[in-house]
């Protein structure tokens, strides 16, 4: 059977080089072949590629390296053929995107640059000194804008990417023909399959907490809108989220046609004049205000100032002693652990169907025991059917304690696929390879009409497919 893999939407996977031309041109001293070690010897400055609009250079796919290793990947793992085929790709995929019009929100871009450049600091100590040194720039601006450059082909790449196989869906008859192809010794097997149940137990803060929370937001509401005072400074020196707090409150552009925020934000974003202030507003992170700095279209740039109450160490009591009250009334057979859910956990997302856990991947109860979360895992891999675990000590999203009691309401041990119990992951598979399919046929069909170069250096590379053809 034809091996089943995801869609690769990632960095670092590469599924084939995209070669039409030689460029005879280019200088012949080191061949980047898959037996050669790679990294050694490596030209700086050499055309390596023309791909319609697109120039790749040798020291892009040394950029190449220094991303897999700023994202803690293993150098080792991938070739400088397989890192040249993947930019090929890339390029091939952002040149095609700009030919149709998708268009990438700079905002958006540089939000996320310095997302990863806080994530890239941390990983040495809060240095940018040595973030800089890592990626050689005498600046952090120079470095900040070609992390830009190298962001906005990757979002082209994958936004086009995502128009080829976005429409793209199976029927049942074709999953039960996918399925009936696969030769029965080839069929694949799944791994022991819980469905799992919670109840969660969130300590609260106090009605006078909050009360503190919303009368700080209005008085900086008022001190802004009547004072002239600076929302940007405002947020700098007392929001609670440190995603936004450094820019001012700044967060991603807001698009109506794609909200990505919780609706509580959304609604009251949406609701606001430009240049107006929100009143204080709770979501599931904390309480809100919004500043609606300006509305272009369907997009909205907002700040916010987020302030998370503070729970007090008599709450936490009060919440633990909860659950392990709940966990002895289960044990004891007052109250069943469905129950239990409806009447007395806090996650609104599973208390009214009794506590069952949905798995997002499959949207089905199962989850693979080797896939949950690794504090989960603990707790409930020696779980019987329906015995209860301990106490789980978790964090919710903005970091405050909640409590979690767990339970294993069914079991599925390792087994080979069986069509009616695993349609649905038998289903993501069919869709998968529909998807691999047309990505082929989409490549296949715009190589032939993209003007592309590949340098000489390459063309002992071992690659998928023999693009030499096109010559």
Known sequence: MKHIIAICLTLFVANGILAQ????????????TDTVKPFTNIKVD??????????????????????????????????????????????????????DSIVINDAEVRSYVSQQLEEIKQRVGGDMQQVLEFYKKEDEQSLRDEMFEINKSNKLALEMQRKIVDEIEVTPEEVRQFFNKIPKEQRPTFGTELEVAQIVIKPEPTQEEIDRVIAKLSSIKKDVEENGANFKSKALFNSDDPGSKKSGGALPPMNRAKPRMVKE????????????????FKSPYGYHIIWLEKIRGQEYDVRHILMIPEVAESSIKEAN???????????????????????????????????????????????????????????????????????????????????????VTNRIDEHEANYSRDYLKIKELALNEKRLDAIGKWQEEKILDTYIKVSTDYKNCKFTNDWSKNN
């Open 321 to 407: 002693d909860k659950i392990l009250e709940t966990k002895k009334n289960i044990e004891e057979g007052t109250i069943t652990f469905a129950e239990a859910a409806r009447e007395v956990s806090d996650e609104i997302e599973t208390k009214f169907q009794g506590g069952q856990l949905i798995n997002p991947a499959t949207q089905d109860y199962n989850f693979e025991l080797t896939k949950i979360d690794t504090e989960i895992y603990v707790k409930i891999q020696d779980l019987e059917n329906n015995t209860i675990s301990d106490v789980l000590v978790d964090r919710d999203e903005v970091g405050n304690v909640l409590f979690k009691i767990l339970t």
């Open 46 to 99: 050499g055309v390596s590629a023309v791909i319609g609009d697109y120039i790749i250079l040798e020291s892009d796919i040394d950029k190449t390296l220094l991303q897999l290793k700023a994202q803690g990947g293993d150098p080792n793992a991938f070739s400088r053929c397989q890192l040249f085929g993947k930019l090929l790709e890339d390029k091939l995929y952002a040149h095609h995107a700009i030919q």
């Open 21 to 32: 031309e030689i460029i005879d041109e280019t200088p012949k001293a080191n061949k980047a």
């Open 265 to 280: 934000f959304r609604e009251v974003a949406f609701s606001l004049q430009e240049g107006e202030i929100s009143e204080p």
